[in-house]
């Protein structure tokens, strides 16, 4: 029965998302090869932010909900490779709020997710690093804004649409 109290949590997440979202954000169950809805499996697209050197990129990101859902979080992924200090190499994000031992509350949102992880693009957390980008980002910043800004392009937002 748990399966059913995530799914029919995340068709209420869906009807929110579609009355309010933020502005450039998209967030959507994965159509699965049938033509029906996979309501644990969103696509998502988030919109770099403005006044960074993530503005004008639109980033792909996966959020993959269980039955558990939502006593554990999903498993939020850009694609593997993803250039930032809290992703780690085969794409999952380490943020506070998507670990059920840290920051974790069923109460959080699909909105407060995505925000969550855009809001982290810019401010990554260095005391918790992923991978070794962590180390340009402390010690290089200009080879570490240098290769932030061709993933950026990579990911630009025209492309995208």
Request: proline share 9%; charged share 25%; hydrophobic share 35%.
């Amino acid at each position: 029965m748990s399966g059913g109290i995530a799914a029919a949590r995340l068709q209420e997440e869906r009807k929110a998302w579609r009355k309010d979202h933020p502005f450039g954000y998209v967030a959507r169950p994965e159509a699965a090869a049938d033509g029906s809805t996979d309501i644990f499996t969103w696509k998502c697209l988030l919109p770099g932010k403005e006044g960074t050197l993530w503005e004008g990129g639109l980033f792909p990101l996966t959020l993959a909900f269980t039955s558990e859902y939502p006593s554990k979080p999903p498993r939020v992924k850009f694609p593997p490779g993803f250039y930032h200090p809290n992703v780690f190499p085969q794409g999952d994000v380490c943020l506070s709020i998507l670990n059920p031992e840290k920051g974790w509350r069923p109460s959080i949102t699909v909105k407060q997710i995505l925000v969550g992880v855009q809001e982290l693009l810019d401010q990554p957390n260095v005391d918790d690093p992923a991978n070794e980008c962590y180390h340009a980002y402390k010690r290089d910043r200009k080879l570490y804004d240098r290769l932030l800004q061709e993933q950026t392009r990579r990911y630009a937002a025209a492309k995208q649409m």
